[in-house]
């Protein structure tokens, strides 16, 4: 990066992260470190909530995604604005009657406590291991930019969020947040436009869709019906549905989010406002991955966009088999450019048989152009069996780094950078309050003062902090990080939602049934999601449904238990 690209990347975090700190300061009990003494206006609810959902992870991987597979992840989102009504109708206004600091303790009130305890823990190991994914995203940008390892980055930026939420707690967060929010959408629309204007004079923004639509990659809806199929209009409605209404309403780093609004009403119009916003601002990140897309169809993109496990390639051993795969890439991506051109012109006469017979051998350029790719990640792996062969996340990176004027450069790894310190505080302050007042207050020292609670829940953010950043170093080899994410909030999210519905909705049911389907349910959802039976949106629905049902079940014989037990007693 040139010097006004660091100026202006140093400067946005800096200034961001005083003004969070700044504004949180004098939180001197736990209800203003946890809840920033509620006192959030609508719109400070939705950017936040907004902000906590989309991590670096979004703005790294997303783009990958669209550019490697596609827009159908878009179908993902289609359920959130149902469960953001729903959530508004049930979730907000108990959380906010019973005047809750945590999703998990209403639970206690309505079951028992080891209920609740599951919950919690439940959640605790969920949001621990997503928060270390969410560190290791901005992680790459450093690694790639430096040519460094990314156990440093990690560290670096890892330490830099646990000290300002440490001290400043949820307003800390929710202040930074609103500022982040801000310059992400200008951020977006910036990089939308320029990648527009850096295509081909004769290539506008239309026959850039249609160029990547001939390809696959304009697919943003499919009705079809598939159980396997991860990413359709039905698993979007109802998988989607149920991960994001059990994400918002009984995940404490959402929940935490909206108990900071000042009323219920204004926690509700900021999570409608986020339901209605979300998935315009998702596609728009999608359809930015269509667009590189797009102009690497005209421009020789890299022969792998992890520019540190390139640089590892070539250094050892193998560059000459690896200069001679660069040669090959470099003749294929010429005969594809080619191919591109032809297709360019039979979009422009309108003629659809050409357009067809050039869609075919583009395709089948680019299949060449892969299969030499995929030599190279198999040298890669030679050369280091630990090797990180995916570049999903990388390919965006590299483009902005590559081609966009100096200052937008900064300006963009900024809008990375605060998206993960955005949701990576959020959550590190779930993790916290949860930790105190579902753990400690309720299990270990019940008898302590605000003060000592206050203590205790600064000291619990450093400890989560620590443990994430050790789980981010890990997280280089679990593909993409978006779809990882999802896919490990869907093995625990529907038991958990499952639990939460029986406390509102089925009265009759109490706490030893639920605890027991909740577990049975758990373990039945991971044995599918190991085995690959359904697609990961489908977890949450089997995990919830399972959790209701059998609870029914349980409850009859957990009734008869208690009555002979009464009786023998007597």
């Given at each position: 990066?040139?010097s006004?690209?660091?100026?202006v ?5 800096v200034?961001?992260v005083?003004y ?30 907004m ?6 992870i ?12 596609g ?9 959130l604005?149902?469960?953001m009504?729903v ?12 005047k809750?600091y ?17 919950t ?5 190991i969920?949001r621990?291991?997503?928060?270390g994914i969410t560190?290791?995203?901005p992680?790459?940008i450093?690694s ?5 390892n ?12 646990v000290a300002y ?23 977006l629309?910036a ?8 295509l081909p004079?004769?290539?506008g ?13 304009t ?7 598939d159980?396997?199929?991860r ?5 979007g409605i109802?998988?989607g ?13 959402q929940?935490?989010r909206?108990?900071?609004?000042a009323?219920?009403?204004q926690s ?12 315009p601002?998702q596609f ?10 797009t102009?690497?169809?005209?421009n ?18 193998y560059n ?11 003749e ?5 450019q080619?191919e591109v ?5 039979a ?11 050039q ?10 152009t892969?299969?030499?790719?995929t030599?190279?990640t198999?040298l890669?792996l ?37 998206a993960s310190m955005?949701?990576t505080?959020?959550?590190?302050n779930?993790?916290?309050s ?6 400690y ?7 302590a003062d ?18 994430c ?23 625990i ?7 939460f519905?029986v406390?509102f ?5 109490g706490?030893r ?6 577990l ?12 690959d ?38």
């Open positions: 990066m040139s006004i690209d660091w100026a990347l140093i400067v946005t975090l200034a961001i005083s969070g700190v700044y504004k949180s300061r004098g939180a001197q009990n736990i209800q203003g470190y946890l809840l920033g003494n509620q006192s959030s206006p609508w719109y400070a609810v939705c950017l936040s909530v902000a906590t959902q989309a991590s670096a979004t703005f790294l991987s997303a783009p990958g995604q669209a550019y490697s597979s827009m159908g992840f878009v179908q993902f989102y289609l359920g604005p149902l469960a009504i959530l508004c109708i049930t979730f907000v206004p108990i959380f906010h009657r019973l809750v945590t999703a998990y303790e209403y639970l206690e009130q309505r079951f028992d406590l080891k209920t609740r305890a599951l919690a823990f439940l959640f605790l969920q621990g291991l997503s928060t560190i290791y995203a992680s790459i450093l790639t930019i430096l040519n460094i990314t156990t440093y980055t990690t560290l670096c930026i890892g330490s830099i969020v939420t440490v001290y400043g707690g949820t307003k800390a967060v929710s202040y930074t947040q609103m500022l982040q929010m801000s310059i992400i959408f200008l951020g629309f990089a939308g436009i320029m990648v527009v204007h850096l004079g004769d290539v923004f239309s026959k850039a869709i249609g160029i990547a639509g001939k390809m696959g990659r697919n943003a809806i499919d009705f079809t019906f159980l396997n199929n990413y359709t209009v039905w698993t109802i998988g549905f149920f991960l994001q209404l059990s994400y918002f309403g009984t995940d404490q780093s929940v935490g909206y108990l900071t609004g009323s219920v009403g509700r119009l900021g999570l409608l406002m986020n339901g209605l916003v979300k998935i601002m728009l990140i999608l359809l930015i991955g269509v667009l590189v897309f102009f690497y169809q005209y020789r993109p890299p022969i792998f966009f992890n520019s540190f496990e390139l640089h590892k390639l070539e250094n050892s051993s000459p088999q690896l200069n001679v795969l660069k040669k090959e890439y470099e294929a991506f010429k005969s594809k080619t051109n032809k297709l360019s012109k979009i422009s006469s309108s003629n659809q048989q050409v357009i067809d017979q869609r075919v051998a583009l395709q089948a350029a680019d299949e060449q892969k299969a030499i790719k030599k190279v198999t890669m030679q050369n280091d069996k630990g090797a990180n062969v995916d570049d999903n996340n990388y390919i965006f990176l590299s483009f902005v780094t590559k081609y966009l004027p100096k200052g937008l450069i900064g300006l963009l790894i900024a809008i990375i950078f605060l955005g949701s505080a959020s959550a590190l779930s993790l916290a949860t930790s105190v007042i579902d753990i207050k309720r299990l270990i020292n019940k008898e605000d003060a000592q609670y206050l203590k205790a829940s600064r000291w619990s953010t450093l400890i989560w902090g620590a443990v950043i050790v789980m981010a170093i890990f997280a280089g080899k679990i593909g993409n990080l978006l779809e990882a994410v999802n896919i490990l909030g869907s093995y999210y529907g038991t958990i939602l499952g639990v519905l406390a909705y089925v009265k009759h049911v706490g049934a639920v605890f027991c389907a909740a049975l349910a758990e373990l039945m959802v991971c044995i599918l999601g190991f085995n039976v359904v697609a990961y949106l489908w977890l949450n629905v089997i995990g919830c449904l399972l959790v209701v049902i059998l609870s029914m079940l349980l409850q009859p014989f957990f009734k008869k238990k208690t009555a002979a037990v009464s009786s023998n007693g007597s």
